[in-house]
């Protein structure tokens, strides 16, 4: 499984695009990039993967670079309760190897 | 609510005694799997199961530490002779298993059994 790395924490104001980097430079040509968060005393909730192309749902939109080598998590119009530690997972087997991931604090 | 679900939420123990946990998967998913998470650290997997059959288990996962799945719904976890080093959050999670079909299997995660270890 790729090694990812975030940084450990950001901040953005509330309405306005939050956008997490993740670098996963070893990366290979079969390894999905996942992203979960975790809300605070909750367990980890999925948001979105994708292997090549970018992606969307209604949850947010992850862009991946042509080389792989890193991608970015957008939640368009953040809220209060998008406040949560975001993984961002590189693998290609069902078993998630989480690392530390980015605590985005949302503020009013 | 139809979720995955853990019982007990919290648990307090002394050094030396066995404790169990159970989690119930979604209905219909027919993999369940275990982490465990401490504190400031990312959930750490442990084993998971593809119906009963426990297919792959950490080297996290000491001898100390028993998970089962006997009909392939609900998983139970139990640690023996636990450890102050065993306190943490342990999360079960289910997925579907839509790895061929999606090339990836989301898992959705129960609220987690706390451990203490006194």
């Known amino acids: 499984d790729a090694k990812t790395t975030q940084p450990p924490s950001m901040d953005c104001a509330e309405g306005r695009a939050a956008n997490l980097p993740c670098n996963h430079s070893t990366i290979s040509g079969n390894e999905y990039v996942y992203w979960y968060r975790q809300i605070h005393s909750q367990g980890p909730q999925y948001i979105i993967h994708?292997?090549?192309n970018n992606e969307t749902n209604e949850m947010a939109s992850l862009i991946i670079t042509e080389d792989r080598k890193s991608s970015t998590l957008i939640l368009p119009h953040a809220t209060l309760r998008d406040t949560a530690v975001y993984y961002c997972i590189g693998g290609a087997t069902n078993k998630l190897i989480f690392g530390t991931g980015t605590l985005l604090a949302v503020q009013p | 609510d139809t979720g995955v679900s853990q019982d007990p939420r919290h648990k307090i123990t002394k050094r030396g005694q066995n404790v169990t946990f159970r989690c119930d998967p979604i209905?219909?998913?027919?993999?369940l799997y275990w982490y465990r998470q401490t504190l400031g650290q990312g959930p750490e997997f442990l084993t998971y199961?593809?119906?009963?059959?426990?297919?792959?288990k950490s080297r996290l996962l000491s001898d100390r530490f028993s998970a089962e799945r006997p009909k392939g719904s609900f998983s139970t976890l139990e640690i023996q002779r636990t450890e102050q080093g065993d306190s943490a959050m342990y999360l079960c999670?289910?997925?579907?298993?839509?790895?061929?079909?999606?090339?990836?299997?989301?898992?959705?995660f129960g609220p987690g059994t706390r451990l203490t270890v006194l």
């Open positions: 209905s219909e998913h027919n993999r």
């Open positions: 999670a289910s997925s579907l298993d839509q790895w061929r079909t999606s090339g990836m299997d989301e898992q959705f």
């Open positions: 994708g292997l090549k």
């Open positions: 199961f593809q119906n009963e059959a426990q297919l792959e």
